[in-house]
């Protein structure tokens, strides 16, 4: 077990620790198992258990790309939302995710500038304060029962999701998102 | 104290503050680094991109096929 890493200690298994642990208290089952694979992932990662993986991010050309996500958004704009599709494009994703991000660090790495070390803190703070939103929200409408006095985002995304416009807006920001940060280049 | 207008306004004013910051990184890279290389320096740790492609997937199964309100 190699403790040192914790000298250099992400964030993110916190994060991650806590969501499954917070998902096993409102007792959510696919929420927990989601969370708790993932936290479980993240661990093995911590303590090294976990080192191997190819040398570097596999690269494809846009053409693959831009079939998989117009396939996916097609699917997941026409069928069923919740249905067996949907559950199907979704899972689709988590081998792809492994092919994609499952590779070793590099030993070299770009040192942080001033500016990303900024940015990180900023943008970090900005996410811990969406959440304490979204918290205090969750915490209200269990307490008093009244998901119309306390919205959490899921409330208030559902409706317009099940519109043609609403999915259509969330499926393509889902797509382009998850390209962004795990497909391509993005400089 | 109306609870429903301070939440959602709340959401409105942090999605307002992150397209700001987006922007503010975009024009004035030499005080906040845009997203772009953010990502970047940040993709470089494998937790950190397991971390983020599970809230990306998360996302996904929560509003398309998962209870997204119970």
Known sequence: ?187 | MNWPLAIISSYVIFILIGLALGAVGRLRPDKLAPLGELVENIMQHRITRIALFMVWWWLGWHFMVGVTVR
């Open chain 1, 1 to 187: 077990m190699k403790w040192s890493a914790l000298r250099g200690f992400n964030p993110w298994v916190i994060v991650f620790v806590g969501m499954a642990l917070f998902h096993l208290w409102r007792g959510s089952i696919e929420d927990i198992l989601v969370f708790g694979i993932a936290a479980l992932v993240i661990l093995t990662q911590v303590f090294g258990f976990t080192t191997f993986g190819f040398k570097s991010q596999p690269q494809f050309g846009i053409v693959p790309i831009a079939v998989v996500v117009i396939a996916s958004g097609l699917v997941m704009f026409f069928t069923e939302r919740h249905g067996s599709w949907n559950w199907f494009v979704i899972l689709a994703y988590i081998p792809i995710g492994i092919l994609l991000l499952f590779h070793t660090d590099a030993k070299s790495q770009l040192v942080p500038t001033r500016q990303v070390l900024r940015s990180r803190w900023i943008w970090a703070i900005w996410a811990l304060g969406f959440a304490l939103v979204e918290l205090v929200a969750y915490l209200g409408s269990k307490v008093y029962d009244d998901l119309e006095t306390f919205p959490t985002i899921s409330v208030l995304l559902d409706p317009i999701i099940d519109t043609p416009f609403g999915r259509a807006v969330f499926v393509v920001f889902w797509l382009v998102s998850g390209v962004y940060l795990f497909g391509v280049k993005r400089r």
